[in-house]
């Protein structure tokens, strides 16, 4: 167990709806990093947030966005989902950035577009 | 293109044997490489880091070479087991943005 938690665990929805996903990361972790994995891309970074505010970006779509709350936990929210959204989005967090800190993922969450 | 890659997509190996997983990096400037084992419905699980001013870094039975002359890594696991069957990625670190390889599926046979 990493200590990264992610909800939902599945998440089943159709083309155009929006969903979002939630993150909590490991005691004492400051950033949040997103991830999407899917069978024919890999692991992509899509976004990173560090006590709150976006740290970087990475291959992350227009129709995608996130944040960071007080509290550390974060959201990725993505709207007008597409068939080929379907993937595992993962959540990871590390101290303060990933140069100097070890990233923890979360267990995922499996989104299908139907 | 830049790029982080694995040479091989799947690796089978014996129960007690050496298993070597490879990676190429193609920047120069990356700083901080990482491995990560992946199993089944699991999120990547942290194995082993190096950081580019290391040629070698040793954890429990497993072992990273880094050689910057030919932008390789690799991922040495000693007296592989079972539990060790999973997909292996590496990852570069580059500017704060991390990228990772597609990854390599470790088979380990009884």
């Known amino acids: 167990d990493s200590g990264v938690t992610q909800t939902p665990k599945h998440l089943i929805t159709a083309t155009g709806q929006r969903v979002t996903l939630r993150c909590s990361p490991r005691s004492g972790d400051l950033s949040v990093y997103w991830y999407q994995q899917s069978l024919d891309q890999g692991l992509q970074f899509l976004i990173q947030y560090y006590n709150g505010e976006e740290r970087a970006k990475g291959n992350i779509l227009e129709r995608f966005s996130a944040q960071q709350f007080p509290d550390l936990h974060s959201e990725l929210n993505l709207s007008s989902l597409e068939l080929g959204d379907s993937a595992l989005y993962f959540c990871a967090s590390s101290v303060t950035n990933p140069v100097t800190d070890t990233q923890y993922f979360g267990p995922g969450t499996r989104l299908t577009v139907l | 293109g830049e790029s982080v890659g694995l040479h091989l997509p799947t690796l089978s190996v014996q129960e007690g044997d050496n298993s070597i997983i490879n990676c190429a990096y193609s920047?120069?400037?990356?700083?901080?490489f990482i491995w990560y084992k992946q199993e089944s419905g699991k999120g990547p699980q942290f194995i082993i880091d190096?950081?580019?001013?290391?040629d070698k870094r040793q954890g429990q039975r497993v072992t990273v070479l880094l050689n910057k002359t030919v932008k390789h890594l690799s991922l040495q696991i000693a007296a592989t087991q079972p539990g060790d069957s999973a997909v292996y990625f590496c990852?570069?670190?580059?500017?704060?943005?991390?990228?990772f390889g597609a990854g390599t599926r470790l088979t380990v046979k009884p």
């Open positions: 990852a570069e670190n580059r500017s704060n943005d991390m990228r």
């Open positions: 190096i950081r580019s001013n290391m």
């Open positions: 920047n120069s400037a990356s700083d901080y």
